[in-house]
Each structure stands twice: as C-alpha cells, then as structure tokens.
C-alpha cells in the first residue's frame, strides 16, 4: 500500500458522482448493513453494478471523474477500464476523492442483479436515489462468506427484522 494520507469515506459525494454518471448499482456490504439497522463504522462503500456493458462504461467514466485509482498501486495507478470492471470478480479496492469503493461483480451468496434490484430499498439522500440490497439478500450474503464480522452483522440484522417485523 502507498504512503497516500486516507481520504474520509464521503458517501453523498460518491453517490452523487455515480447518479451523474447513470451508474446502476446496488450498494451492499458495510453500508447496507447500516441502512438496516446495524451500528457499526465502516471505512469504504460496497457496490454490485448492474452487469451490462454500457454500465460498465458509465462506471468507468465515473471513476475516472472519482480520481480513483487501485489503492495497492497509490495515485500513479491506472483507473480500471471498462473492460476490466466488466471481467474483474472483484475489482482491487480503490481510492477515490471521496473515501475507498469496492466493486464486487461476483458476491457469495448473491442472486442474479435484477432479483436483488427488485427487492432492493430505494432511498432518497439530497434528491439522489440510492438503492440498498434487501435485508434478506445481504443476510444471505454475509452467510455465505461467514466472516466474524458478517456472523455478527448477521445477529444483528436479524434481531432488528424481529423488532420490526
């Protein structure tokens, strides 16, 4: 990893680069975990773009108006193309002007995009749409990766279903 000072997480300004830009996403991970309910901090922003070519283009234009680059190769590393974005199972973390963005094409547990989009929560943050996995599909996720932290997001996210519910 580069000697690069950390660049804080600005969510509103990574989604709103993204909105320009027509990127269809839905965000997942640590995130998601958050809009659901779940207290906890987390140091990047987790998305599953919409799998077609002409998104990955838009993606690619964003995250190069994102100044993103691979965050092992530091600044001087080339912003993933299209093409990239579209083979990568999972793109390297990058660093952008606004904080670290994860794109994760292939996810564990994960079902076709168009079957999470249409369960997904739409949310509005200063007039731009936001779309969040469902809580059922991020629990069936982090299940399947069954990292310590996912096994507690799991409890957690089940407990406030149960509250709700």
Known sequence: MSGAPERPLDLRELFRVLAEYGVEYLVVGGVAAQVHGRRRTTKDLDVTPAPDPENFERLEAALVALDAHPVELG????TPTAEQLRVAPIVPPLTTAHGELHI???IPGATAF????????TTDLDG?????VGVDDLIRMKQTTGRPSD???????????????
């Open 104 to 106: 994760l094409n292939e």
């Open 114 to 121: 168009t079957e999470m989009r249409a369960r997904a929560l």
């Open 75 to 78: 600044p001087s590393g080339p």
């Open 151 to 165: 096994l507690e997001d799991i409890q957690a996210l089940t407990a406030v279903a149960l509250r709700e519910g």
């Open 128 to 132: 731009i749409a936001v779309h969040i």
